[in-house]
């Protein structure tokens, strides 16, 4: 089992940008697909970034494209989201999750191939 826990959300103004963090417990972090998803008020859950279990391939949605950027230390059982270019249509709570079986990179854009899941960490972006 692990435990995810995101840090790094904020208030930032329109254009500014955030580094979001998930740091994981346990040993076999390596072995997790992990993704970023979000929700906002009101809002379904959507996909925002996923990222294999040794990092070189990476998947993100068509909606942050070119803006964020998913990345993996395993040495520090950590995944990250870059964001840049921030826009007000990207607050929401975001969450990190994390995937044990293998999975082709086109299918972790769905919820509900993920086995964990982190509490969320809320991002606000002002116009």
């Known amino acids: 089992q692990v435990q995810l826990v995101e840090s790094g959300g904020g208030l930032v103004q329109a254009g500014g940008s955030l580094r979001l963090s998930c740091a994981a417990s346990?040993?076999?972090?390596?072995?997790?697909?992990m993704g970023w998803f979000r929700q906002a008020p009101g809002k379904e859950r959507e996909f925002v970034a996923a990222?294999?279990?040794?990092?070189?391939?990476?998947y993100g949605a068509d909606s942050v494209k070119g803006r964020f950027t998913v990345s993996r230390d395993n040495a520090k059982n950590t995944v990250y989201l870059q964001m840049n270019s921030l826009k007000p249509e990207d607050t929401a709570v975001y969450y990190c999750a994390a995937r044990s079986l293998p999975l082709p990179i086109g299918s972790l854009g769905q919820g509900g191939v993920y086995d964990y899941w982190g509490q969320g960490t809320q991002v606000t972006v002002s116009s």
């Open positions: 346990g040993r076999t972090f390596s072995s997790y697909a």
């Open positions: 990222i294999t279990r040794s990092g070189v391939n990476t």
